[in-house]
């Protein structure tokens, strides 16, 4: 079975920083893009970026370049997120999917989802 | 960015009925539209990828169509679990964008 378990959200300080990590199974992780994707309370989507099957590709939105990186450990079947000086606007559910595609160029998707972890930026 | 617009954006149905959910995107993506059902507290789950291609373990009941700039996701005869919210997505180019949201409510 694929399984995709975030963790590390939790109550973070304005202008303080998080870490959220995305712990695989169930696939071969070195052979798949993955994405995170977030929700605002009661909002909609929002990706906030793509990376490679290696590493060496990554895709941001633009509103988070500078703020927001992301890697991964293929050794330990990991994903991960870096957001750094939070605003009350990064309160979200964090959600992180690893992307599908039938071919390079071909259309792709996201699936499974992990469950999210929820950030709540606060004082 | 591709723009994706839903239509509508909320709408009460009963069981049983037929419904069309329509996606319209600001440039063509080909065919590189996805659909996506999510209940309450949970995460998403992907329906139809490329248009009208049916997930693995998703009911008949569930099909898409369209290409270029419109898209429609429609439920032929809708059941009590169907009601939720359903987003459509565009995988054509990033930053990657998604539609903002159909809820569905029973009547």
């Known amino acids: 079975e694929v399984r995709l378990v975030e963790s590390g959200g939790g109550l973070v300080q304005p202008g303080g920083s998080l870490r959220l990590s995305c712990a695989t199974s169930g696939f071969t992780f070195s052979t798949y893009w993955m994405t995170w994707v977030r929700q605002a309370p009661g909002k909609g989507l929002e990706w906030l970026a793509n990376?490679?099957?290696?590493?060496?590709?990554?895709r941001y939105v633009d509103s988070l370049k500078g703020r927001l990186t992301v890697s991964r450990d293929n050794a330990k079947n990991s994903l991960f997120l870096q957001m750094n000086s939070l605003t009350a606007e990064d309160t979200a559910v964090y959600y992180c999917?690893?992307?599908?595609?039938?071919?390079?160029?071909?259309?792709?998707?996201?699936?499974?989802w992990g469950q999210g972890t929820l950030v709540t930026v606060s004082s | 960015d591709i723009q994706m617009t839903q239509s509508p954006s909320s709408l009460s149905a009963s069981v049983g009925d037929r419904l069309t959910i329509t996606c319209r995107a600001s440039q063509s993506i080909s065919n590189f539209l996805n659909w996506y059902q999510q209940k309450p507290g949970k995460a998403p789950k992907l329906l139809i990828f490329a248009a009208s291609s049916l997930q693995s373990g998703v009911p008949s009941r569930f099909s898409g169509s369209g290409s270029g700039t419109d898209f429609t996701l429609t439920i032929s005869s809708l059941q009590p679990e169907d009601f939720a919210t359903y987003y459509c997505?565009?995988?054509?180019?990033?930053?990657?964008?998604f539609g903002q949201g159909t809820r569905l409510e029973i009547k």
């Open positions: 999917a690893r992307v599908v595609e039938i071919a390079s160029a071909a259309p792709n998707w996201f699936d499974p």
């Open positions: 997505q565009q995988s054509y180019v990033t930053p990657i964008t």
């Open positions: 990376i490679k099957e290696d590493g060496s590709r990554i």
